[in-house]
């Protein structure tokens, strides 16, 4: 019940394209939601997060939606780029795990020129 | 201008030959992990540091040891590498816990 189930797996879009990926848990307990993007070689970094308050957030072309019933949050790229090329990796953690992030197996997202 | 360095960026070692891998941080952050990413994988915990205060997640192996001798640095001590050890280690920082992960670009680690 600490899992998060991420996917696809991995996903080619074309350029300006929308690119989504999607996460689901079990742990109610769950109330921070990152996504992180991690480029070949590097640590990851963090893009976008969410708290259970709110259904929706956006920052520039990346949008997180969070449906709570469903126990399920998504990243939408919007006109996805090239340089959006990455792997991404959702993650949840619960209040009180002393920042113990549970993170999904990730999405490779190749974006087509 | 990095924020979280790691050193070395590449490290051979080899199978039983104790090795070192070491983290610093430029944002005097309270929190210090340490992250072990295999090949195609999420990252993994293995354990961290709030200030002084050492956390080891409960399958983290015994080999793993960890140190941070002050809020600048911390060390991954593995006492006998195995073949099963190679992946990247990952060092990452954060004011406080559940906050933004700042991650420094890893340790590639190869046991031969």
């Known amino acids: 019940q600490q899992q998060v189930k991420q996917s696809p797996q991995s996903l080619i879009v074309q350029k300006g394209g929308i690119s989504i990926i999607n996460c689901a848990y079990e742990?109610?307990?769950?109330?921070?939601f990152p996504w992180y993007q991690q480029f070949p070689g590097k640590g990851p970094a963090l893009l976008i997060a969410?708290?259970?308050?709110?259904s929706e957030k956006k920052e520039g072309r990346f949008t997180i939606s969070f449906n709570k019933s469903a126990k399920q949050f998504s990243l939408h790229i919007m006109d996805s780029q090239p340089g959006d090329s990455a792997t991404y990796f959702c993650?949840?953690?619960?209040?009180?795990?002393?920042?113990?992030?549970?993170f999904g197996k990730g999405t490779k997202l190749s974006v087509k020129p | 201008d990095a924020m979280v360095i790691q050193n070395p960026r590449y490290q051979v070692t080899q199978f039983g030959k104790p090795v070192t891998l070491s983290c610093s941080q430029t944002?005097?952050?309270?929190?210090m992990y340490w992250y072990q990413q295999k090949s195609s994988q999420a990252p993994k915990l293995l354990f961290h540091?709030?200030?002084?205060?050492?956390?080891n997640e409960a399958d983290t192996p015994d080999n793993f040891q960890s140190r941070r001798p002050n809020t600048s640095f911390c060390f991954l001590d593995i006492r006998s590498p195995g073949l099963g050890d190679a992946a990247m280690y990952l060092c990452?920082?954060?004011?406080?816990?559940?906050?933004?992960?700042?991650f420094g670009s890893g340790t590639q680690l190869s046991v031969l």
């Open positions: 993650a949840a953690s619960e209040k009180g795990s002393q920042g113990n992030l549970i």
């Open positions: 969410i708290r259970p308050d709110v």
């Open positions: 742990n109610t307990a769950f109330d921070y």
């Open positions: 540091y709030y200030d002084k205060d050492f956390n």
């Open positions: 990452a920082t954060s004011r406080a816990f559940v906050e933004k992960l700042f």
């Open positions: 944002l005097n952050h309270n929190v």
